[in-house]
Every structure is written in C-alpha cells, then in structure tokens.
C-alpha cells in the first residue's frame, strides 16, 4: 500500500529558522523570549514562524503569566518520519521485485 507524505508539513519544516525552532523545543518547551535569544531572530519574524508551526499542529502553547511557552508535538514528527519510512519500504519491495524479473 502506497502512503502519501503530507507535502504541507514538508514545507513547513522545509524552512531552516523553523527547523531550528523544532530542534530547540525537542530538547525542551520554551517561550518566546528563549527562542529570541537561542535563534538571533527578531521577535516579530519569530512569532509569525511560531505562529505557522502552531498552525500546522507542529507545536502547542501554553500560557503561563505574560509569558507563552511552545512544546513540540513529537507524534507528528512520528508520523512524517512513518510515512517515509513506508515510502522506503515500498521502495525496498520494489527493487526486490524487479531483481527477481530479468529484462526481455
């Protein structure tokens, strides 16, 4: 059975100040503040890849005081890296079955 890859959150991550902001919140939730600081960005250019992050279902908010602290959603990274995974496997099917042919 073939799997799709959701092409949308492939474009999301495909950007390298959101991938840097994945690969912090891995390691720990963070505010807005945190993410200032650990990326150089300013603040506004932050909160609007926060904001397509939020979008896509790739992180989570959580008010706290005046401060919002962002937490990754690993499932959804689990099932990207399933679907691919799936591809891989359909791949690896597929050359197994066109060894075993030989051409005409």
């Known amino acids: 059975m073939l799997t799709s890859v959701d092409t949308d959150l492939i474009r999301v991550l495909s950007d ?52 919002t602290y962002y937490r990754l959603r690993p499932e959804v990274l689990e099932r990207l890296a399933g679907s691919f995974a799936a591809l891989a496997a359909t791949a690896r099917e597929t050359e197994r079955d066109n060894v075993r042919r030989s051409c005409p």
Not at 25 to 51: D, I, K, W, Y
């Open 16 to 67: 390298p100040l959101r991938m840097r902001i994945v690969t912090l919140l891995a390691r720990e939730t963070l505010c807005t503040t945190h993410l200032v600081q650990e990326t150089g960005a300013r603040q506004t250019n932050l909160s609007n890849h926060l904001r397509v992050l939020r979008e896509a279902g790739v992180v989570d908010t959580e008010p706290c005081g005046r401060f």
